[in-house]
């Protein structure tokens, strides 16, 4: 087991360092950083000066080499707009993005795997296209939509529920439902798949015949095989929710790591934007490594792997 | 006159993956060292049980798969890829799983047309009529064309593949276990067909199956195989009367044909061992209830007992006796 | 229907809708007590469906519409909820659940059902494992489903059919998957417990060989009916249903080949497309009018058998 964690591990730092790399490359070629950053009055000589400052005039291979160098000793870079450190201005926004995040998967979590094993169950029956409905509902309103519609409601007509902001429990049940239907109504669609496709198994069918109670069947035979392909949706979701807030993040207001990259790349602030795709990168690498793991956990044909008669 | 098939030394060893940074990586010996012939109009029985290699034995005749070692040829004439597509025409498969050799989505009749087509042979109204024919040749009526694999039933279906495997006037016809899916009462049909087929088309026929019962009546000749060894070979009739202790167990253990009649059953212990770890010796020796110590440290070598059949054992006479 | 013994199970006039169309159509027999029986018949003639009927675990859109399955009375003292039928299937690993030792899964009716605490079911369990003749039972014990030979998790399957403490085995096809070597094996060891834990045995398959091995009576099905029934020696020896004639015939044998196999003409007909008289009749040789027209009635033959034909090939006795 070590060992395959120990692979996981070298296989997930060389693609990060991939990440980096191509992010790095395609940030500088794909237009000038120093003409995108002022407009077109700016005389050529104070670009020129800025470029010498920044060292943006040098060869990109020595830019490179230099910015792999300066990673190592955790600097990198300053941010072109007000001069903080890029790693800093990143680490500010981490707080309100995880407690969103981690809100969000929360309350998925809450809704979709219930339906979804409800649904289930019931196939074919009303209970099952209604919770089916209730999902696809979910996962079809664009959330633009819905958090405006939430804030129309609560916060206009109710006022129970703040409008925008962040600071208290308050200010994070619009959004966390905003982004939670979607995950749900997903993961609600994947909880169903699965678990019918367990249920359809011969030792589901053996464990019934031994009358064996229909909890000890669902909890004991029927969960920890449906999990197995749950599990990687939610590694893949989980890895998307650090950047992929930013039109909620937009409507409430609420200082995260999305809204600021959209920004950096607007202005093209190079290090920022560097900075959140390490991030990023490294958060979706960790949730796949996590998935990795948990399925040699959860299922020894992983484990163990061929046959040892 | 040259036999269709000369299959000589036929080796395959699959390399595993390296355990460790260091040591070396375990070889699979899927198939050892097995030969035989098939003459035109002759049917060729390969019999063992799962895991021996007679399927990796019909993968390497069909130069699907590489042989490790040893040679395949068709007509006199090496038959290993790359070669000309008309070549390949030359040796045809039929596999045990009739609704994935067909495409679910292509209609009957342009799957029988599909393979002339890709062999330039005829042109578009010629090849329709050709499908029909081969069509009749198999006992289906000529409206199949228009129905698609799932609307037939299991039996027909096996019938429709031979039918397209037909149309390339084959010399040489690979079944797969192609009947062991099929009800008794389809099987039967089928195995006349192929019978049939070989005898008018003086087609050469290599069946693979692990029914002995079907092999008996359908293959003149027949050889055995364990942990991917041929340890029998030779006439038909060394089903009902094995030389080797191996080939005996197997005839032993189908159920009796009659009630009542205890089978003439030799007990074999355990199961097949893992080709990753192949016993020392004669491969059959830790089940085998003649073992010997000879055959616990020399891998016998295949010995002719008489001009056409021939077994792989140390202690024959001894057995007979 | 039977004779000598008492019955354990009975099925009388079984009917079962797949879709809304007839799948099974009036099936009765009845299993004695330590008996061996066999429902013989080809793909699609609904003997799978039967043993899933008898358990009372038909699929959603899959009903029981007519006829009953009865068990004879309960042993006193016997816990109400242990079931008294259990069921081997024919794919060995897939009956058994992919991520739990197999050990634990021979324990877990005896715990749940017989409330032996874990250390006492886990000892029962590695006896029941070297019971069904797996070497290094200990070890074993601990084993995952993926790990074992088809063979051998059948044994673990039928362990755990004995942890049940089941007084009926249905066995459904529980050799067509396996090799011939160890096909053997598994029907010594069905044997061996029949004997001794008393089990009554009802098997279903398509090859004849395994009935005239292992059965004492059997019942031939065709397209969803029961077309004729009675002691294994007596069908085989004198068939009294063109069918079962035919089947036997069929067969290839490692005898002298004469001339090729006695197909029987046509297919098997399709749900929804069975004929109102004998399902049978389109392909009979024996075949007549009043075949097609009217379903053939049940008469009894000398030497215990039961027959549902116009014009059965032994003569009748009333």
Known sequence: MTRFVLIKLGRALITIFLCITICFFVLRLTGDPVDMMFSDEVPETVKAEFRERLGLNRPLPEQYAKFVLSIFSGNFGTSLLDGKDALLVVAERIPATLLLGGAVFILALMIGVPAGVIAAVHRGRGTDRLVMGGAVFGYAMPNFFLGILLILFFSMQLRLLPSSGYGSFAHLVLPAITLGTAMAGKLARFVRTSVLEVLGNPYVQAARGMLLPSRRVLFRHVFPNAAIPVITFLGFELGLLIGGAVVTESVFGWPGVGRLLTLSVARRDLAVVQVIIFLIAGTMILANLLVDVAYGWLDPRIRYGGDAR | ?321 | MHADGETILAVTDLCVDVGGRRAIDGVSFSLGKGQTFCLVGESGCGKSLTCRAILGQLPPDIRQVGGTVTLSAAQPGRPRKAPRIAMIYQDSTASLNPVLKVGEQIAEPLRVHFGLSEQAAQKEAMRLIDAVGIADAKRRYHAYPHELSGGTNQRIAIARALACRAEVLLADEPTTALDVTVQAQILDLLAEVQREAGLSVLLVTHDLGVVAEIASDMAVMYAGRIVESGPVSRLFDAPSHPYTEALLACLPTLGEVEGPLAAIPGVVPPLGRRPDGCGFAPRCPRGRDICRAERPPLAGIAGGALVVCHFPLTGAVQ
């Open chain 2, 1 to 321: 006159m040259t036999p269709i098939l000369q299959a000589h030394g036929l080796s395959k060893v699959y390399q595993g993956r390296r355990q460790g940074l260091f040591g070396k990586p375990p070889a699979l010996r899927a198939v050892d060292n097995v030969s035989f012939d098939i003459a035109a109009g002759e049917a060729f029985g390969l019999v063992g049980e799962s895991g021996c290699g007679k399927s990796t034995v019909g993968r390497m005749v069909s130069a699907a798969t590489q042989p490790t070692a040893g040679s395949v040829l068709v007509d006199g004439a090496p038959f290993t890829r790359p070669m000309p597509l008309a070549r390949r025409a030359e040796v045809q498969v039929v596999f045990q799983d009739t609704l994935g050799a067909l495409n679910p989505r292509l209609s009957i009749g342009r799957q029988l047309v599909e393979p002339l087509a890709i062999h330039g042979i005829g042109d578009g109204d010629g090849r329709k009529a050709m499908a029909e024919a081969k069509l009749a040749e198999v006992g289906l009526p000529a409206d199949v064309m228009e129905r698609y694999p799932h609307e037939v039933s299991g039996g027909q279906r096996q019938r429709i593949v031979l039918a397209r495997s037909l149309g390339l006037e084959p010399k040489l016809l690979i079944c797969d276990e192609a009947v062991s899916a099929l009800d008794v009462s389809v099987q039967a049909h089928i195995v006349n067909l192929l019978s049939e087929l070989k005898h008018k088309r003086q087609l050469g026929l290599l069946f693979i199956s692990h029914d002995l019962r079907v092999v008996n009546h359908l293959c003149e000749r027949v050889g055995v195989l364990y942990l991917g060894s041929m340890v029998e070979i030779g006439p038909r009739r060394i089903l009902r009367m094995p030389a080797h202790p191996y080939t005996r167990a197997l005839a032993g253990a189908l159920p009796a044909g009659r009630p009542g009649e205890r089978r003439k059953r030799i007990v074999l212990s355990g199961e097949l061992p893992s080709p990753l770890s192949p016993p020392s010796g004669c491969p059959f020796h830790p089940r085998c209830p003649h073992a010997t110590d000879i055959c616990r440290q020399v891998k016998p070598a295949l010995r002719m007992l008489d001009a056409d059949h021939g077994a792989a054992c140390h202690r024959l006479e001894e057995i007979a006796a």
